[in-house]
């Protein structure tokens, strides 16, 4: 049996499969001492132990069975290797709302790399079509593959880039444009794109999915069917977010870009708006809005796209005896802007006093926001605060750390004024702060407690 026929197994594992004459991709079914499995023997990731033979089992789901409990192997038949989805045109229907779909890449648009074992970013938008070809009821889908990386790789190239072909597909007619994007940056790029596009006249909905598209419990089908209605029916013309509202999928929930934040790292209901409550709930045959408030589509073709962008600033998350070459070093290698995540209602210990001092007086624009998430900078309640505002930092009322950041950026992009920057960034521009937070809009559950148990087993369980 050749070593390719064995890909990536050596040492016990490799041994036990030549006992039973077992190749790669062989359907088989393995006895031992802890029960039978049936499924189809996987290459081993290069960097995997040699104790284990991998099984993608019928269900979907891989497993790993320790060679040490195998006692018997039977060889049932043979599977070629097809992961490729073919890419297919999408057949169009002139009474249907036109929708482009961006690729950027993401979980939404992987699969697992058996070479590996890890999930890669491998999907061309067209392949989207052949998963999931419900998309076809609800629209013309036109594909654009924009970029083909994990979302943490995205910054001010991808997001100029996104937002001028946002632009353009507009212009060209486009009824709503979906984006698909990883989800552990979809916040920080939702948030840049509601500074870069504004008066926007359709939809703009970012979509992800927690779960790569070849296993069971995928979210990347159901939210992908979501976002395309709510592009091409919803009534909401602003940048949102469409993902899982609770932990299966009987609706998403739309969130504004602006608002939104990644709340659990493997969680399919992993977005929560902020201070607020979801702009509107969704399903792939209907948008109900939760709020009044929202930008209303339009029929004109007229959409504003500003991509000015300065990257010389950071995001600084302050924590106890933080030491002052933090700053220091900053303000030394020519940064614009800082962006503080501060304890409290706005907070700073005092040896940072100094090195703020110094930033301002260099011209570099400090804005302070909470790191608690919810609620206000109030910098004038304690002496911390009111010492802090006389030296020069701006609090940024309840505007999110990771979305103040981005809009600084973009504010720099403009002018580097102090006082037209402190203008800019306390201008809402895309409801990134407001006047007040609704009661409902700091909602916490915390497991133990009676009456949450209860309502969890209710609704939830």
Not at 55 to 84: D, F, T
Not at 220 to 240: D, K, Q, S
Not at 290 to 308: E, F, G, N, S
Request: charged fraction near 25%; include cysteine; aromatic fraction near 8%.
């Amino acid at each position: 049996m050749s070593g390719e026929a064995l890909e990536g197994y050596r040492g016990p594992a490799l041994e036990v499969l030549r006992r039973f004459s077992v190749r790669v991709w062989s359907d088989v079914e393995i006895q031992g001492c802890k029960g039978t499995f049936r499924g189809v023997v996987l290459p081993r990731s290069e960097t995997a132990d040699d104790e284990h033979i991998v099984l993608k089992m019928h269900n979907g789901y891989n497993i790993g069975i320790s060679v040490r409990s195998v006692e018997h192997i039977r060889v049932k038949g043979y599977r070629e290797a097809h992961y490729k989805i073919p890419e297919s045109e999408f057949p169009t229907d002139p009474k249907k709302p036109n929708v482009t779909l961006l690729g950027t890449g993401g979980t939404i648009a992987s699969r697992l790399d058996y070479r590996t074992g890890a999930v890669i970013p491998a999907f061309a938008p067209g392949e989207l079509y052949g998963a999931v070809p419900e998309l076809a009821d609800i629209c013309n889908l036109k594909t654009k593959k924009l970029f083909g990386i994990f979302s943490e790789n995205m910054g001010p190239l991808e997001w100029i880039t996104t937002a001028e072909t946002i632009g353009r597909e507009i212009r060209n007619g486009a009824d709503g444009i979906v984006i698909g994007h990883g989800t552990d940056t979809m916040h920080h790029t939702a948030a840049v794109l509601s500074f870069m596009v504004q008066q926007s006249p359709v939809p703009i909905v970012l979509v992800g999915s927690q779960r790569s598209s070849d296993r069971p419990s995928s979210d990347a089908a159901f939210n992908l069917r979501c976002a395309a209605y709510t592009a091409a029916y919803g009534e909401i013309a602003e940048v949102l977010i469409c993902m899982f509202g609770p932990t299966s999928d009987r609706y998403n929930l739309l969130h504004r870009g602006t608002v939104v934040r990644k709340m659990h790292s493997s969680y399919r209901s992993t977005f929560r708006t902020i201070g607020d409550i979801p702009i509107a709930m969704v399903t792939p045959d209907s948008v109900v809005p939760l709020k009044k408030d929202y930008r209303k589509r339009r029929k004109d073709r007229d959409v504003v796209i500003d991509t000015r962008f300065d990257d010389r600033v950071s995001l600084v998350y302050y924590y106890p005896n933080m030491k002052p070459d933090i700053i220091d070093s900053l303000v030394d290698n020519g940064y614009a802007g800082i962006v503080i995540a501060g304890t409290g209602l706005g907070h700073v210990n005092k040896p940072l006093y100094k090195p703020l001092k110094r930033a301002v007086d260099k011209g570099v624009s400090v804005i302070m926001t909470v790191q608690t998430l919810w609620g206000y900078t109030a910098m004038s309640v304690y002496d911390t605060g009111r010492d802090l505002l006389e030296i020069g930092v701006v609090p940024a009322e309840n505007m999110l750390p990771e979305v103040c950041y981005m809009k600084l950026c973009w504010v720099l992009g403009h002018t580097k004024n102090p006082e037209r920057v402190k203008a800019m960034m306390l201008e809402p521009i895309a409801g990134e702060t407001s006047e007040r937070e609704p009661p409902n809009g700091y909602v916490v559950l915390q497991g133990g407690i009676p009456e949450v148990e209860e309502f969890l087993g209710r609704h939830l369980l």
